[in-house]
């Protein structure tokens, strides 16, 4: 078994994987739910809910590479997407930023559930993505040594 693969399955990285995975799925579930809503107010364009069905689907992608893979380029990737559909709602909740060519202007300034949980995992699944990536980087200085 090569280094690599025995740092990947040590419980500590299991239990990472598996978190950083409930978060992404998370992030896709409430996504997917909250599309078909959103996408009303431009039922022909882009549209929020378009965005949103893409953040999910990119979500549950980028959750199936780090519950197979573990590796650090999973780890980076969920790092991006939890990453930036974390500033995205932080962004939209507190920032009026109109719309950007086809992008529309999604400024909500309230929070209710669904948000609110989304954020959280979304910022957690960020956080532990960025734990993943740096304890992969940490298990390939000592594969070198």
């Known amino acids: 078994m090569s280094a690599s693969l025995a740092t990947r399955r040590r419980p500590r990285d ?9 978060a992404l799925v998370i992030d896709a579930v409430v996504h997917w739910q909250l599309a078909p809503g959103y ?12 965005l949103f069905r893409l953040e999910a689907v990119a979500a549950v992608l980028v959750g199936l590479y780090v519950l197979v893979r573990g590796s ?54 960020a956080a532990l993505a960025g734990v993943g990536f740096l304890r992969q ?3 390939a200085r000592r594969r070198r040594r």
């Open 137 to 139: 980087r940490g298990s």
């Open 14 to 22: 299991i239990v990472l994987r598996l978190l950083v995975v409930t």
């Open 72 to 125: 650090r380029p999973a780890y980076a990737a969920a790092l991006l997407v939890a990453g930036s559909a974390f500033i995205a709602v932080l962004l939209y909740r507190y920032v009026d930023i109109p719309a950007l060519g086809p992008i529309p202007s999604m400024y909500e300034p309230v929070w209710f559930f669904e948000k609110a949980l989304s954020a959280v995992a979304e910022g957690l699944g």
């Open 39 to 50: 996408q009303l107010a431009a039922p022909a364009g882009i549209g929020q809910g378009n």
